[in-house]
């Protein structure tokens, strides 16, 4: 299936799927309110609401990022909240950004110094799920763990150089097995300098094993 990575977030087509499910966050479709510690300085409120809007089931939320005194500093709303993360990096340009999964296929970025935001949701109609992401301020490497619907888990990686910018999303498994065929859940493990480990399951050898593979090399 082709991929359509043209980024809908700011058009008026997405607008619209924003105003026709907004009364998600009606209160009598209201859950709960977490909150999350980021880091020492930044925490997350996080205020849960599900319910049926126009036939269909939403799982949505609010999110209000706020510093240690308790004032908000960002605010986005999330229409799809599976696999949900939000993640706060220090990037080797030296500034703080906050990386949130933006409904189902989309993510976003905000720069807590500049106090602005980026938004990339492909227009599909399907995508990678994000569902959690690994930032090495030493190469500028995003990783980002998540899955294609109803797919093993896998990995695709990010040039993080500017974070307010869209960029290519590169798929892993696509440069360790061409064909798809050798992996199974090609899992992210960690950094060993550009090195990305992986934890793959060998389809031969029917065990999981951990292979690396050189970002400086990326196709």
Not at 214 to 219: D, F, R
Request: hydrophobic share 30%.
């Amino acid at each position: 299936m082709k991929i359509d990575m043209t980024n809908i977030a700011y058009t008026e087509e997405y607008n619209t799927y924003l105003h026709e499910y907004k009364a998600i966050f009606d209160d009598a479709n209201y859950k709960e309110t977490e909150i999350i510690d980021l880091s020492s300085e930044y925490s997350m409120e996080i205020i849960s609401y599900s319910g049926s809007i126009n036939g269909r089931n939403l799982t949505a939320s609010e999110n209000i990022l706020k510093d240690h005194s308790g004032k908000e500093t960002y605010r986005f709303r999330n229409m799809d909240t599976g696999g949900d993360f939000r993640k706060l990096i220090t990037h080797s340009n030296g500034r703080q950004y906050l990386i949130h999964k933006t409904d189902l296929y989309g993510y976003g970025v905000f720069d807590l110094a500049l106090g602005k935001e980026f938004r990339h949701i492909p227009k599909g109609p399907e995508s990678f799920i994000w569902a959690d992401v690994d930032y090495n301020p030493s190469n500028n490497k995003l990783v980002v763990s998540g899955c294609f619907w109803a797919c093993p888990y896998g990995t695709h990686i990010l040039d993080f150089t500017n974070p307010m910018m869209e960029t290519d999303w590169i798929d892993v498994q696509r440069i360790v097995d061409e064909d798809y065929e050798k992996y199974d859940d090609v899992d992210f493990s960690g950094w060993d300098g550009d090195m990305i480990i992986l934890k793959v399951y060998d389809n031969d050898s029917r065990q999981t094993r951990e292979i690396r593979w050189n970002t400086s090399l990326e196709k």
